[in-house]
């Protein structure tokens, strides 16, 4: 089993759902960096369920406590590390249905990997909760390309809902005003706000779960990062999207709809303006031979109905070794998107603090 990842940037994540605590350690970054605890609380509670009416009832602080790698307000260039408490735990939710596999969740596959041995509490490391420190590292990540780069930015928005969508594709020029996005309901058309918690409000209301599609973007990007063939700049970037759970699609640029294109309409035709190169349309998503072009990098996340729902359902009992049914209890989330803009971003600034070093 393992953890980690990274190349120059290498991050471990450690802790159980219900555990006393989870965390992150970040090791390779550069020494002297100056870290705001209050940039790092920002992050924390747009991905927090706390005063989000939508959100699990599960409310914990997601206070960090930085353990090691930080002295006098910057990093020391030694493994920096994140300590998150658990606090609002409710265990017993789950160990009247232990040996029950519940759809959707990673009870079976883990059950088969680790035989049985896993914790199996709010589904243990395999939890959403693990995002938590996901976001401290990103945060932590986010600052020192603030340090690095200045005018880099990288940010998301929720393309869609349920059955309730956004513009799904936006012109380049658009992407530096989405700076402006609100960070805690990050939409293009303000008014489709409601629209969209109303599709969350009546899955919860029928005991069931919505999916949606949150875009992340990045601005001020060099072009000329990035490797071809196995270490491209997608490949990296999707790596770490795929480790947030509930991700299920990734796609750069015009993604699938590429492929209902003609070449003259796929290709984006360069331009010089200003001294720069530039192109006209985005349909490759900044990025062409796995190598940036110096356009926005663009990417859409496909993330999944949350599969704990409290409806009845179909599944099997591994002690008794039967078939069955399953009405989970506990506390979830009926929309993991509204929560999920952070992660995106958090595990994006990793990647691009990887290339940079």
């Given at each position: 089993?393992?953890?980690?990842?990274?190349?120059?940037?290498?991050?471990?994540?450690?802790?159980?759902?219900?555990?006393?605590?989870?965390?992150?350690?970040?090791?390779?970054?550069?020494?002297?960096?100056?870290?705001?605890?209050?940039?790092?609380?920002?992050?924390?509670?747009?991905?927090?369920?706390?005063?989000?009416?939508?959100?699990?009832?599960?409310?914990?602080?997601?206070?960090?406590?930085?353990?090691?790698?930080?002295?006098?307000?910057?990093?020391?260039?030694?493994?920096?590390?994140?300590?998150?408490?658990?606090?609002?735990?409710?265990?017993?939710?789950?160990?009247?249905?232990?040996?029950?596999?519940?759809?959707?969740?990673?009870?079976?596959?883990?059950w088969l990997r680790y035989e049985g041995?896993?914790?199996?509490?709010?589904?243990?490391?395999?939890?959403?909760?693990?995002?938590?420190?996901?976001?401290?590292?990103?945060?932590?990540?986010?600052?020192?390309?603030?340090?690095?780069?200045?005018?880099?930015?990288?940010?998301?928005?929720?393309?869609?809902?349920?059955?309730?969508?956004?513009?799904?594709?936006?012109?380049?020029?658009?992407?530096?005003?989405?700076?402006?996005?609100?960070?805690?309901?990050?939409?293009?058309?303000?008014?489709?706000?409601?629209?969209?918690?109303?599709?969350?409000?009546?899955?919860?209301?029928?005991?069931?779960?919505?999916?949606?599609?949150?875009?992340?973007?990045?601005?001020?990007?060099?072009?000329?990062?990035?490797?071809?063939?196995?270490?491209?700049?997608?490949?990296?970037?999707?790596?770490?999207?795929?480790?947030?759970?509930?991700?299920?699609?990734?796609?750069?640029?015009?993604?699938?709809?590429?492929?209902?294109?003609?070449?003259?309409?796929?290709?984006?035709?360069?331009?010089?303006?200003?001294?720069?190169?530039?192109?006209?349309?985005?349909?490759?998503?900044?990025?062409?031979g796995g190598i940036t072009n110096g356009?926005?990098?663009?990417?859409r996340v496909a993330f999944k109905p949350?599969?704990?729902?409290?409806?009845?359902?179909?599944?099997?009992?591994?002690?008794?070794?039967?078939?069955?049914?399953?009405?989970?209890?506990?506390?979830?989330?009926?929309?993991?998107?509204?929560?999920?803009?952070?992660?995106?971003?958090?595990?994006?600034?990793?990647?691009?603090?990887?290339?940079?070093?």
């Amino acid at each position: 089993m393992t953890s980690s990842w990274g190349d120059q940037l290498k991050i471990s994540l450690f802790g159980e759902s219900h555990g006393a605590a989870i965390g992150a350690v970040i090791d390779g970054l550069p020494a002297g960096i100056p870290i705001d605890p209050e940039l790092i609380k920002l992050e924390m509670s747009r991905r927090s369920a706390r005063g989000k009416a939508l959100a699990t009832p599960r409310k914990e602080p997601d206070e960090v406590e930085i353990v090691s790698g930080y002295f006098n307000g910057k990093t020391t260039g030694t493994p920096l590390a994140g300590l998150i408490r658990n606090h609002n735990t409710h265990s017993g939710d789950y160990s009247r249905t232990r040996t029950k596999m519940r759809p959707g969740h990673a009870d079976y596959t883990g059950w088969l990997r680790y035989e049985g041995y896993q914790d199996y509490r709010g589904g243990g490391h395999f939890s959403g909760r693990l995002t938590a420190p996901m976001v401290f590292a990103g945060a932590v990540a986010k600052q020192v390309l603030m340090h690095q780069m200045p005018s880099l930015y990288i940010g998301s928005r929720i393309v869609s809902i349920g059955q309730v969508s956004d513009h799904k594709h936006v012109a380049p020029e658009q992407y530096d005003r989405m700076k402006a996005l609100n960070p805690m309901f990050p939409v293009l058309t303000e008014s489709i706000k409601d629209e969209m918690e109303k599709q969350v409000e009546t899955a919860r209301d029928e005991q069931d779960s919505v999916g949606g599609i949150i875009e992340g973007f990045i601005t001020g990007m060099p072009g000329g990062w990035g490797n071809p063939i196995f270490e491209s700049v997608e490949s990296r970037l999707s790596a770490l999207l795929f480790a947030i759970p509930a991700v299920k699609g990734v796609e750069f640029g015009s993604g699938f709809d590429i492929a209902t294109m003609r070449g003259s309409e796929a290709n984006d035709p360069f331009f010089i303006e200003g001294g720069q190169v530039r192109t006209r349309t985005n349909c490759n998503g900044g990025i062409n031979g796995g190598i940036t072009n110096g356009m926005p990098v663009v990417f859409r996340v496909a993330f999944k109905p949350t599969p704990s729902i409290a409806r009845k359902q179909y599944t099997i009992d591994m002690e008794k070794q039967e078939n069955t049914t399953i009405a989970i209890e506990g506390r979830h989330d009926p929309c993991i998107v509204l929560r999920a803009a952070p992660v995106v971003e958090a595990v994006t600034a990793l990647c691009i603090l990887d290339l940079s070093l």
